[in-house]
C-alpha cells in the first residue's frame, strides 16, 4: 500500500541511504595513510560503512511491504533510526582515529553528512505515522 504515507516516509528514508553510495563524507587537500589517501572519505573507504548504508537501505525499503504486521514494521523502521544514527557517529570516528597531525586542519566536511540526517528523520516520521495508524485500527476494532 503505497499510498499511506509511512510507505512514503520509509521510501524517502531508503533513497536517503541510498544516496551515500554518491556523496563524500569529507574531503582534504593533504594526503594522508588511511582512509584519506586518496583526498576524498566516503562510505567505500570502509566495509563497516557500507555495511550499514547497504543494511539501513534495505531495512527501511522491506519495511514498506510489511503493512499487514504493522509492529515489525515499527521496529524495522526504529531500526533504521539507529542505523541511521550509526552511520554519521562511525564516520566520525574513523576520520579521527585514522588521520594525522598534518591533516587535522584540512579535513573539509561535505554533503555525505546530511543524507543520514534526512533518513533519521523520515524513518522517525515514519514510525510515528505507523504508531498513529496501529492506533487508528485498533480503535476501530473496539467499534465492531
Given at each position: 500500500m503505497i499510498q499511506r504515507i509511512q510507505s512514503l516516509?520509509?521510501?524517502l528514508s531508503s533513497a536517503a541511504f541510498w544516496t551515500e553510495f554518491?556523496?563524500?563524507?569529507a574531503t582534504t587537500d593533504v594526503a594522508s595513510q588511511g582512509v584519506m589517501n586518496d583526498l576524498v572519505y566516503n562510505i567505500h573507504d570502509s566495509?563497516?560503512?557500507?555495511g550499514l548504508t547497504i543494511i539501513g537501505g534495505l531495512v527501511t525499503l522491506s519495511a514498506i511491504f510489511l503493512f499487514n504486521?504493522?509492529?515489525?514494521?515499527k521496529r524495522l523502521s526504529y531500526?533504521?533510526?539507529?542505523m541511521a544514527i550509526l552511520l554519521p557517529l562511525i564516520a566520525f570516528l574513523l576520520i579521527y582515529n585514522e588521520r594525522t597531525g598534518d591533516?587535522?586542519?584540512t579535513i573539509n566536511y561535505d554533503l555525505g553528512i546530511f543524507p543520514p540526517l534526512v533518513a533519521l528523520i523520515f524513518a522517525v516520521l515514519a514510525g510515528r505515522a505507523i504508531g498513529k495508524d496501529d492506533k487508528l485500527v485498533k480503535s476501530m476494532d473496539?467499534?465492531?
Open positions: 516516509f520509509l521510501l554518491a556523496l563524500p563524507f566495509p563497516v560503512l557500507i504486521n504493522r509492529p515489525l514494521q531500526l533504521g533510526v539507529v591533516a587535522l586542519s473496539r467499534l465492531r
